[in-house]
Structures are given as C-alpha cells and as structure tokens.
C-alpha cells in the first residue's frame, strides 16, 4: 500500500511540474498574473526534475513514468533555468586599445548605507556609468540632488539625468532623452517623471562622425514584497506594475528598431531568465551573457535571507558592437544588486 501511495504521489508530483513548466513557457509575459509565479528562482526549473528523479529511483515502479516526466520538464525547462553553458566554451577576444570600460549598476537608493559610495564608483575606472535609483529611500519616491557631488568625483565626465537614471560619461553626449513611453500616470512633479522615465538614451560621440547609443534601463519590479498575497492591494499592485512595465518594453523596442547606431542596453531588467519578457527585448539585441565567467550567473539578492539566485541585470549589444569581457562583481554590502563591468569596442 505504502508503495502505490508513493508511487502515485511521485507521477503526481512529475506531472504537476511537466504542466508548470509547459504554464511557465506559455503564460509568462503574456498574462500579468503570472508575473507571480515568474519570481521563483530560475534553478528550480533544472533542480526539481532532477529531485524528482532521484527520489523516483527508491521506488522501482515509479521510475520509468517519472523519468519520462522529468526528462521531458527539464528539456523544456532549461531554457528558463539561467544555467550559462556558454561560460565553458566561448573565448572573449582580446579587448583593443581604446576599449571602452562601461559599468552598470542598480545603486539601491544611491548613496544611502553611509558607505563609500563614491571612492567605490572611482575605483571602477569606467569610461561609461549608467546608475539606477538616483533616488531616497522611503515610501514616495524622492529625487537625490547630489550633481555637484558626482560632477567633482568626476570632472571631465558628461552627465544627462533622467528620473532615477543617470548616465556619466567620458565620452561627449552627443544627446540624451529619456524613451517616450505611454505609462498611465496619476502623479505629478518629480514622482511622474520616477514612474515614467525607466530607458534614458545617451548618443555617445565616438569620434570620426560616429556614435554609440547607451540605453541605460530599470524596468518596476513586478511586485510588492511588503504586501501580504491574501490581500487585494497585492494583487492590484501586480496588476498596475504589469501595466507599468508594458509600455517600458514597447518603447524600448520601437526606439532601437528604428535607431542605426550600434547599441548597448544595459541595466536592471527586474527580469529573471525564466520569465518571458526577455522575449519582449528588440531581436537586433544579443545577451552579451556568454562571456560572463561563470556557469550560474546571479546578480540579485544574498540579503534578508535570500540566496544569490536571480540574474535580473542585463547587458545587450548590436552585433556591430563587440564585447570582450563580461563581469559581475560584489560591492561591499552598498547594494543588493551586483554591478556589471564589461570591455566593449566599435570596429
């Protein structure tokens, strides 16, 4: 008896995860509701067929159906499990004198944990800085007016502010605006610009009459962690991020189809590899990921108890843009998001 109670419960269970899967595949980008179940970490969609499988294996009978079951989950599965197989084989090229060093970076409230905030941000040496949430902490969204401040850790550098984005570059701004997206807004001042202005353009001057376009991105997160699930606001408030973060794709997509240049998108996505927005990035884009060093690459969290799990930071190129190296990196505790760094160059 115990034995057909586990062995039904195993197939149970390896079916239920086969139709999650396919659900996770078909639902997600395309029904705001499922921006919920888009918040499990990418390896459950590798860990669990195979856990299920092993614990298949102590039961003879259920191990043909399960393995099946699990095969077929983490076929379909890989692709959204954030594993970075191309670490074991691709061979970044050697970067050419003039790389650009370009550092990317969600701050978290800017300079707000006392930390050396600056000093940290020099010691990167980057050519190009795109930092998010230039902003206070706090439950309205407040603007941080700390201009004089960066323009003295960097002089020389060009600035162009957007909302919560900004840009610092040594190379000449050629121009800058922020990505017209049409996001329902009922704010005003400052707090409107924070809820719209999510993609700030910069036109770099690369010399020679060329240009390097810089999308410097932080698409909402989808929901609300203070918020109790058994509560109506939220799910109203998935619900309005959804909404919010439409327009941020459809603005961001028309903008780079019709924009020549050669293109860096970079940024905090709040999107994880098994969610399907990432099918919402501009097909001219390649995920410069391969180049990063390791086999999971994470850049999200290891704070209130939970584990580096999420890549939810991002780099996309052109194809007529190189990358020749490709990092995340720690910052001390000033930040739950890792930053990036990458070596690029424009033949």
């Not at 029904?31 to 294996?57: C, R």
């Not at 061979?91 to 944990?113: C, H, I, K, M, Q």
């Not at 189809?257 to 996505?269: E, H, K, Q, Y």
Request: overall charge neutral; some cysteine; hydrophobic content about 45%.
């Amino acid at each position: 008896m115990t034995g057909r109670w586990l062995y039904r419960t195993l197939v149970a269970l390896a079916a239920a995860w086969l139709a999650f899967v396919v659900a996770q595949l078909v639902l997600s980008g395309q029904w705001w509701l499922w921006l919920v179940p888009d918040i499990v970490p990418p390896l459950v969609f590798t860990a669990v067929p195979v856990v299920l499988a092993a614990g298949a294996a102590a039961v003879p009978r259920s191990r043909r159906p399960v393995a099946l079951l699990c095969l077929a989950a983490l076929l379909l599965g890989y692709s959204l499990s954030g594993w970075n197989a191309g670490a074991l084989w691709t061979s970044p090229e050697p970067a050419p004198a003039g790389a650009l060093r370009v550092f990317s970076w969600n701050t978290e409230y800017w300079d707000s944990d006392g930390g050396p905030f600056y000093p940290f941000l020099q010691a990167r040496q980057a050519d190009v800085y795109l930092l998010q949430e230039y902003l206070n902490d706090g439950d309205i969204p407040t603007p941080v007016h700390d201009l004089d401040r960066l323009q003295a850790a960097f002089p020389g550098y060009h600035i162009a502010i957007a909302g919560e984005l900004v840009t610092v570059s040594r190379l000449p701004i050629l121009r800058a605006y922020p990505l017209p997206a049409d996001v329902p807004i009922t704010d005003t001042g400052w707090v409107a610009e924070f809820v719209r202005d999510k993609v700030l353009r910069t036109d770099l001057d690369l010399g020679g009459g060329r240009a390097l376009s810089v999308y410097n991105l932080h698409l909402p997160v989808q929901v609300s962690p203070g918020l109790s699930v058994f509560g109506g606001a939220f799910w109203r408030t998935v619900r309005d991020q959804h909404a919010q973060r439409e327009p941020q794709w459809r603005a961001l997509a028309s903008d780079v189809d019709a924009n020549r240049n050669p293109i860096l998108v970079a940024g905090d996505f709040n999107t994880s590899p098994a969610m399907g927005d990432l099918r919402k990035v501009p097909a001219r884009l390649h995920d410069a990921g391969a180049l990063l060093p390791s086999l999971y690459p994470a850049s999200w969290r290891d704070r209130d108890g939970l584990p580096r799990w999420w890549r939810l930071d991002w780099a996309y190129t052109t194809a007529d843009v190189r990358v020749h190296s490709y990092e995340f990196g720690r910052t001390d505790g000033q930040s739950d998001h890792s930053f990036q760094l990458l070596r690029l160059s424009v033949p």
